[in-house]
């Protein structure tokens, strides 16, 4: 259900109908919008009756909301979402886009590719510290260590940080160090870790699973606001077909189908997506031109020496390439490339 309040709703107004909210036993999640603030609730409650809020000053009115998904949709914020990641906005009428290695491997080789990001007009910078692989015996991140190196290369290049947790205690970790809490493919329904990274304090990039419909996704994203994070970015990261000339296969019309329906931002991952160098490029061009809010792309400066995913890195000439052409597609849909943060 949603309480959506007059456009000229006074504060003390909005607070009433929280606390009754939260009297009745719901949880209540105020959403200010560009023109009125809209309060989502959420949770189970006895018998009270939420529509004794209609008569309330300042209500303008009471919505049911039919479908699963609530705080993520257009009709609680009609409005786009601004995620701010350690400064850098993500939505709106900005582009950004996440590049770095799949995984850390040591300082040298973070420093190395965080340079060429940052000089090729990346705003934000990714790397994995805890990979989760099919294989046990395959490379499984450095741990904290690669933590303490991201945060490192994140002062000395200006670039937040994104980086994947992937159970409990490793998000303790990543919200200590990074900017931005990524939840992986192969955890977007671990409900458990939704519902902590719902209580961090940072930022979410919540990937697609690679079975996920769209209505999932989106409840996944849910399950993270509705424990009071509402700072979560969705990401298409491809899904699982019987095409076999792509890794996975990148969905790109799932980017209308979210802006359709939440105003949460969408990035596009067209590395994990094809699996293949050749086609990030083409598959960066058509998620921009698809109205994706920005891309994550997977960067190495020696992808032939990669301890993951090496086969889709892109060199950073490359992604510097990308840069330009993406930036020059955003401004036929009447966007542009965000800035990155100026350096210090
Ligand atoms: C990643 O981005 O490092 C990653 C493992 O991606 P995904 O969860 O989409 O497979
Ligand atoms: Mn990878």
Known sequence: MLVVMEAGARPEQIEAVVRHIERMGFRAHPIPGAFRTAIGV???????????LENFPG?????????????????????????????????????????????????????TVAERIKEAGGQLMRGGAYKPRTSPYSFQGLGEEALEILAR?????????????????????VEQYADCIQIGARN????????SAGRARKPVLLKR???????????????????????????????RTFADHTRNTLDLSVVPAVKRISHLPILVDPSHGTGKRNKVLPMSRAAI??????????????????????????????FAQLIREVDAIAQVVGRSLQPALAAR
């Open 289 to 318: 031109a698809a109205g994706a809010d920005g891309l994550i792309i997977e960067v190495h400066h020696k992808p032939e020496e990669a301890l993951s995913d090496g086969p889709q890195a892109l060199l950073p000439e490359a």
């Open 42 to 52: 959420t949770g189970h409650s006895g018998k009270a009756d939420p529509s004794v």
């Open 188 to 195: 977007m329904q671990n409900f458990a870790l939704l519902k």
């Open 209 to 239: 699973g690679m079975a996920a419909t769209l209505e999932e996704l989106l409840l996944s994203a849910e399950y993270i606001m509705a424990e009071g994070n509402y700072a979560v970015m969705l990401c298409e990261r491809g899904v």
């Open 59 to 111: 209500v303008k009115e009471i919505i049911p909301v039919s479908h699963a998904y609530k705080l993520v949709s257009r009709e609680a914020k009609p409005d786009d979402t601004i995620v701010t990641v350690g400064g850098v906005d993500v939505g709106g009428n900005g582009i950004v886009v996440i590049g770095g290695p799949c995984a850390v491997e040591s300082l040298d080789q973070t420093r």
């Open 153 to 173: 290369v994140r002062e000395e290049f200006d670039l937040p940080v994104v980086t994947e947790a992937i159970d409990h205690d490793t998000l303790q970790l």
